[in-house]
């Protein structure tokens, strides 16, 4: 599972790193164009996320936080390639 802080309705889709939050957790940073209205947000991070990593979105699952700002995705089969994509996003 990865932990996710997304903040919509940016100038630009990007991955903006690693954050290490005031309880100790840490959390991929992400901000999406699109506008968090009717999951159009939601899409939008899984389509960043599936071709940052370089799998399909059908791979990427929303499994928590679906109209908050912190969310968690689960990633279905994640290859050796795609894990060390997401090390260096850290």
């Known amino acids: 599972m990865l932990s996710l802080r997304v903040t ?3 100038g630009r889709d990007a991955i903006d790193g690693v954050e290490t ?3 100790g957790s840490t959390v991929l940073r992400l ?3 699109a506008v968090p209205d ?4 939601n899409a939008a991070v899984t389509a960043l996320l599936s071709k940052t990593l370089g799998i399909p979105k059908s791979s990427v699952t929303l499994v928590g936080g679906e109209t908050a700002r912190f969310k968690t995705v689960l990633i279905a089969d994640p290859s050796d390639a795609m894990v060390e994509r997401l090390a260096a996003l850290a």
């Open 38 to 41: 009717k999951g159009k947000a």
């Open 21 to 23: 939050r005031d309880d």
């Open 8 to 10: 919509p309705n940016a």
């Open 31 to 33: 901000r999406v164009a």
